[in-house]
């Protein structure tokens, strides 16, 4: 049975990520930072629909952390098949001027810096393998930009530049790289919104709603699958037609 490890799986779309793949027959590593009821909850629905799955408390910006992700996740699954690098956080409605030093490192070391550890850590298993998949979470904030979402959005950008230049490093190793950029999807990340700023939102998407974590999931789903054997570095708008 193939493995995968979600980093972020605890909650919103890294959740859907894990339940859609369960159900797909794959055993999942379920990677979990703060919410650990959400993960083992997670974890147990898995496994009572007779799928497999494990979750792992992990703190992606932590390169100790994610070695101890990995080295749990083979002792149970053996060598992973995929990585998704999902983990993410944001920090919206600031001005570029207003942000810490804290908050800009913070989210960059998850986003960013956390997506090149995982992807790192998962190579020196994966090579050897020569198959495998990595699918990194961008954001239409990080191929258009996103006023007062600038670290989020650099951060997002910078998903896309590693995942092209990661296909190209491993695709002579089998190994395919390619990331989805999400719209608008409904999760604890866009709570912040306002109703009004959700409907302008829903408005501004041609096709008349915002997303839902599952509509992520289905995209993860195809990428991992040998359907997908031969796209790599491309990134997958996933967005109801928004910002186009
Ligand atoms: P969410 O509901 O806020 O969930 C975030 C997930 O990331 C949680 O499972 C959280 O785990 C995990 N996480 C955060 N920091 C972590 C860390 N340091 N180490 C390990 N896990 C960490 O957000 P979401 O909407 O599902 O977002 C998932 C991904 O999609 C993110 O990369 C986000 O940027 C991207 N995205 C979201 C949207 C959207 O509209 N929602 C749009 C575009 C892209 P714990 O709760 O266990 O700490």
């Known amino acids: 049975m193939r493995s995968i490890i979600v980093t972020g799986g605890s909650r919103g779309i890294g959740s859907a990520i894990s339940a859609t793949l369960a159900k797909a027959g794959y055993a999942i590593v379920i990677n979990y930072n703060n919410s650990a009821e959400k993960a083992f909850e997670l974890c147990k629905e898995i496994q009572e629909q007779g799928g497999k799955a494990i979750a792992i408390q992990g703190d992606v910006s932590k390169t100790a952390d994610i070695k101890k992700i990995f080295e749990q996740a083979y002792k149970n699954f053996g060598t992973p098949y995929a990585l998704i690098n999902n983990a993410g956080i944001?920090?919206?409605?600031?001005?570029?001027?207003?942000?810490?030093?804290?908050?800009?490192?913070?989210?960059?070391?998850?986003?960013?810096?956390?997506?090149?550890?995982?992807?790192?850590?998962?190579?020196?298993?994966?090579?050897?393998?020569?198959?495998?998949?990595?699918?990194?979470?961008?954001?239409?904030?990080?191929?258009?930009?996103?006023?007062?979402?600038?670290?989020?959005?650099?951060?997002?950008?910078?998903?896309?530049?590693?995942?092209?230049?990661?296909?190209?490093?491993?695709?002579?190793?089998?190994?395919?790289?390619?990331?989805?950029?999400?719209?608008?999807?409904?999760?604890?990340?866009?709570?912040?919104?306002?109703?009004?700023?959700?409907?302008?939102?829903?408005?501004?998407?041609?096709?008349?709603?915002?997303?839902?974590p599952n509509d992520i999931a289905s995209a993860v789903e195809f990428l991992i699958s040998d359907k997908s054997s031969f796209i790599t570095a491309q990134v997958l708008g996933v967005n109801g037609g928004f910002g186009i």
């Open 90 to 212: 944001a920090l919206q409605n600031s001005l570029i001027q207003d942000i810490s030093d804290k908050q800009l490192e913070a989210v960059i070391s998850t986003n960013l810096i956390g997506a090149i550890k995982c992807s790192r850590e998962a190579t020196r298993y994966m090579v050897s393998e020569h198959c495998g998949r990595i699918i990194n979470i961008s954001s239409i904030w990080g191929e258009v930009g996103a006023s007062c979402e600038v670290v989020y959005s650099a951060s997002k950008a910078g998903i896309i530049g590693l995942t092209k230049a990661l296909a190209k490093e491993l695709a002579p190793s089998g190994i395919t790289v390619n990331c989805i950029a999400p719209g608008v999807i409904n999760t604890d990340m866009i709570s912040c919104y306002t109703q009004e700023d959700i409907e302008v939102l829903r408005n501004e998407t041609p096709l008349g709603r915002i997303g839902t």
